[in-house]
């Protein structure tokens, strides 16, 4: 079952591994890049490495690499404009109550954010940003930066592999597998936004 044009295994296909980077680039460390989705991206990319389409371990090194270094395009983003685009009105690709949340998630995890947020979609685009524009030590940003880059790379990757492997016909399903994906992904934004109401 999967729903109508949407399949994320061609989209997945169709990037490569080159696109597949870009992506992952973006989402890390470009303000505008928070609307992709890196986890189902990735995800997906694991299932298709179950059948042979990628190289597992060139997918999580290539990919981790791309992520860490978007954080630390966006930690210099952050540091350089930060605070004047952080002064902005809304527009199309900003909106403050994404850095309200980063900001909340920040005051509640500290440093632990640059890992912790890679695992939450919308934060993990703005927590480097933040961590600029807060004049974080860079040193200890990038250490984080990298725990966080592989963790979440290897974590996703390794979990769409290793259920393809276990059940082949998945990528059948992969819409949905997607759609709780993103769920899960969101339920500690839900659940700060359920404790703050």
């Known amino acids: 079952m999967s729903l109508p044009h ?29 609307f992709l989705p ?3 991206l990735l995800f997906s990319a694991g299932l298709l490495s179950a059948t042979g389409v990628f190289d597992i371990w060139q997918l999580v090194v290539f990919v981790s690499v791309c992520a860490i270094l978007g954080d630390s395009v966006g930690f210099w983003f952050g ?24 900001k909340k998630f920040y005051e509640k995890y500290g440093s632990r954010t640059i890992v912790l947020a ?7 685009t703005f927590a480097p940003i933040l ?14 930066n990298i725990v966080g ?4 790379s290897f974590v996703l990757i390794y979990g769409g592999f290793i259920l393809g492997r276990i059940l082949p ?23 700060e936004f359920i404790r703050k109401k």
Not at 81 to 100: M, W
Not at 118 to 124: K, M, T
Not at 134 to 143: D, L, R, V
């Open 118 to 124: 890679r695992f939450v979609p919308i934060v993990r």
């Open 169 to 191: 016909s998945a990528g059948n399903y992969i819409t949905l597998i997607a759609l709780a994906i993103i769920l899960i992904s969101f339920l500690p934004i839900a659940k």
């Open 131 to 144: 961590a600029g524009v807060g004049q974080m030590e860079y040193g200890k940003f990038i250490s984080y």
């Open 6 to 34: 949407l399949d994320l295994t061609a989209i997945v296909e169709t990037l490569g591994l080159g696109g597949l980077c870009l992506v992952i680039f973006a989402e890390s460390g470009l303000f505008f890049g928070f």
């Open 79 to 102: 540091k350089k404009v930060g605070p004047k685009i952080f002064s902005r009105d809304d527009s199309r690709f900003f909106r403050k109550s994404h850095v309200e949340k980063t």
């Open 149 to 152: 880059g592989i963790a979440w």
């Open 38 to 40: 890196g986890d189902s």
